[in-house]
């Protein structure tokens, strides 16, 4: 004999909370994703933010490695130059930083490279962009302190340049 409407146990017609969620949660997934595509293809600027994490390489084909950031702005890692003041076989040195915190875009930072095969010190102050594709660019301005004997000596113990590094992997 066949079963009215009615006579279905409330379980067989009522599906669970669960049930009901996923598919809501599918078709946003999907939602979001024709939205981030139709962005892309039309080349709407997606709202990127640079951060300072990661492998980046300078106009000098120096690398540095920023390996680590906490939430208090600081940061560290390591600092491979390519070019060096001196006739010493070059080392990996450590660098430490610390940049702008709160919900920046295109953060300022400062850092100090502790050169470990010489006796001089690097500090790097500059600015993280990232363009609307998603492209980051670290633009620095450098001081570099060699020691000197004599204070006599003095003028002549700072360089100043500048380097702009880009992601050598993302
Ligand atoms: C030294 O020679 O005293 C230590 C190495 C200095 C390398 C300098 S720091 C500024 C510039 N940018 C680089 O990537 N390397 C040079």
Known sequence: MQRSQAQVPAAET????????????MQSIG????????GVTLGIPLNYKCSLLGLW????????????????GKFFGTYL?????????????????????????QPMFGFTVTWSFTDSTTVFVGQCFVDDK?????????????????????????????????????
């Open 134 to 170: 998603g492209k980051e660019t670290l633009q620095t301005m450098w001081l570099l302190r060699k020691k000197v004997d004599s204070i006599e000596d003095n003028w002549q113990a700072t360089l100043v340049g500048t380097n702009n590094f880009t992601r050598l992997q993302s």
């Open 57 to 72: 390489q300078n106009d000098l084909g120096s690398e540095m490695n920023i390996s680590a950031g906490n939430n208090a």
């Open 81 to 105: 130059t390519k070019v060096s003041a001196t006739h010493k076989p070059i080392a990996v040195s450590p660098l430490r930083g610390s940049q702008q915190m709160g919900n920046v875009k």
């Open 14 to 25: 009522h599906q669970t909370h669960q049930q009901l969620q996923l598919p809501a949660m």
């Open 31 to 38: 939602f979001i994703m024709v939205l981030v595509l139709a």
